[in-house]
């Protein structure tokens, strides 16, 4: 599914996301602040893929994106690519198994493994938290 900002030539408003995710708004504002929280120099972008992918948003640092969000209809997903350290970090804590399985399975590039995981409740909020933490210090 791809996202639902298709529009090149126009980067989705704060009022246009936040009708398009409806409750899940508040889940993408609070793994955004989060994030500016534990890494404050953090930058944020929108950036436009392409026509079939359409708009995703970024939090990065001077070097490598810390954390995606991806909008989609009703809800969004988070994305992340985890180096080895932090990989290794997400097996040994008590992150849920299903998302240590799904990284686990991740093909490995090399900048790491990625996962993207639907938010469309509150179900996962602790263990995003948990991957932004470890994100940010591996």
Do not use: C
Not at 116 to 122: A, G, H, P, V
Request: hydrophobic share 40%.
């Amino acid at each position: 599914m791809k996202s639902i900002f298709t529009n090149k030539t126009e980067i989705p408003t704060a009022a246009q996301l936040q009708e398009a995710l409806g409750e899940t708004y508040a889940y993408w504002q609070t793994f955004a602040e989060h994030t500016k929280k534990l890494y404050p120099e953090a930058t944020e972008e929108w950036s436009f893929a392409s026509e079939k992918f359409g708009w995703s948003f970024r939090i990065k640092d001077k070097k490598r994106i810390l954390i995606y969000l991806l909008p989609r209809y009703k809800f969004f997903k988070v994305a992340f690519v985890f180096g080895q350290k932090a990989t290794d970090a997400i097996m040994e804590s008590n992150i849920s198994e299903s998302i240590k399985s799904e990284l686990q399975a991740a093909k490995v590039y090399a900048e790491g493994r990625g996962i993207r995981i639907d938010i469309k409740d509150s179900k996962t909020t602790e263990d995003i938290l948990k991957l932004i933490a470890i994100k940010i210090a591996f």
